[in-house]
């Protein structure tokens, strides 16, 4: 009697937690499964398991939605964001982590001032600069600005990871002769690589999911990326709740399974960006 | 090859050469790693934000001439109603996130601390909707709370009638539906971050605690909470800045209405900006807005400075 007093019921702890979970994953379950109802079905049959699937509400939302060509601006505007943030990043935390930099204080600090900056002291000045340089309305200007927000995180996230590598190796390549750039190339890169995944992950969910610089700085339908093309799908086909939530799945889908692949890491990575941005 | 790292005697003349490899090359030659990084984060952030700051004092519209009008926006701006409405409600956006999402969150994680079955399980549950852009956050919950085919609409079969109504569309209610929506896909990361802290509390406070007769609220109250004070004061921190900045959710669900009922700062700001084409005005809404986020930013860091453990 005493023992079970001490160890106490975790009953309670699963109901609670299952209720929590209830509450993330059904309203994510009705998006899903409202996206194969007809708006007909969707009138008596508002929150329930569709009776027919119409799975061509896909292929409708994908027409319409016009998915391959916002699909394709989300793939360049990720894939560009990641590689520049990555080149960026991964240069600037091996001088920082490695190379014996005067001044790297000033930098961290300065990093700290530069993440700290709200968007909304700089987006006017940002926008009649891009404008100036005719960079709006181009995906290159969208991908530069992406870089320059996610940057900073990304050198700190991979600078960690650096530092804990053995200098046994680094010290090995110096020995033989090799330059900075050839001890980068050939022992850092290699080494690294899981730092790199997580901070392209990282870096690519938000460069998929941004909204208000992509709301901005991209106002051509030919240009949109999935955000604010989705954004602007709903706006026009506000009535037609299973073409959009089937635009939305469309969105959310590859989060999903990637994040099901690699959760460890996309936990960690973004747990580390919540913490610094 | 040359050893430069080894020091040259002082009483010997150092030649040029050498000098400028070890002190200027090989220096300049480190930072040109960093260099890239550096100019493109000056040329999207530092730049525009002076820019931005200087904005605030001319009544500039985005083409043209500007003329330098002093403190004469910041003079309007503190009669603005509209902008006394945005602030009023930023506040309560904030402190509504500063309590229902981290009530949610110490409990999530407070009861995912004390078992073991299932706990990746649910962490990965709660973490799902954090994942999710705005838009995707909007869509769900715009048709869950639409007075037709809703929660609402279905509580309404059974009598039950206080949900049936458009929350988007009422001036009392906009704001709440928004912080609401914004929450829904928020808490779990607080979840995840909370559960690393309390797993990282010495397991036989919690063992010392029992023997006295504590209360499994006790026991949160007397060692959980204690334990993770920095981590919960670091996301009270993150909530604050990141609900003083919001945007995304209101522009998408109600566009500040109706009648600026959910107006916040940044999308007033915005149609300063890009509607009204008044930028001198809209930068001085942005120069307020990071003078507000920064009152925090700045306590935390002095106090850490001085050596607070928070």
Known sequence: MLKARREQSILPNYIILTILALASLLPILTLFMNSFKTTVELGS??????QIWHFENYAEAWEVGRY???LRNSLIITGGTIIGTLTLAGLGAYAL???????????????LVGTGVPAQLYIVPLFIMWRDLNLLNTHLGLIIIYCGLSSPFATYLLRAYLISLPEEFVEAARIDGASNWQVLRHIILPLSWPGFVTAALVVGLSSWNEFLFAVTFLNTAD?????TG???FQTRYSR??????AGAVIMILPIIVLFLALQRRFIEGLTQGGLKA | MTDYTRATPMSQPVPLGQWMMLHIIRP????AFVLPLLIVNAVVIIIPSVSGILYAFTDWNGIGDANWVGLANFQK???DPIFFQAFTNNVIYTSLFLIIPIFMGLLGAYLLAGITHGQVIFRLIYFIPYMFSSVINTQIWRYLLHPRYGIGAELAKYGITFLDFPIFGRRDTALYGIVFVDGWHWWGFLVVLYLAAMTQVDKELYEVARLDGATRFQQFRFVTLPSIRPTLIFTMLIIFIGTTLVFDHVYILTGGGPAHASEVMATYLYTQAFQNFDVGYAASIGVMLALWVSVPLSIFYILRRRGWEI
């Open chain 1, 68 to 70: 391959g060509t916002i």
């Open chain 1, 97 to 111: 982590a490695r190379l014996k930099l005067r001044g790297a204080d000033l930098l961290a600090f300065y990093f």
């Open chain 1, 230 to 232: 989705l954004y602007a």
């Open chain 1, 223 to 227: 240009l949109k990326p999935i955000s």
């Open chain 1, 45 to 50: 049959n508002p929150l329930g398991i569709p």
């Open chain 2, 77 to 79: 701006l503190f009669q």
């Open chain 2, 28 to 31: 300049l030659g480190r930072w």
């Open chain 1, 240 to 245: 037609d709740w299973g073409l959009t939530n």
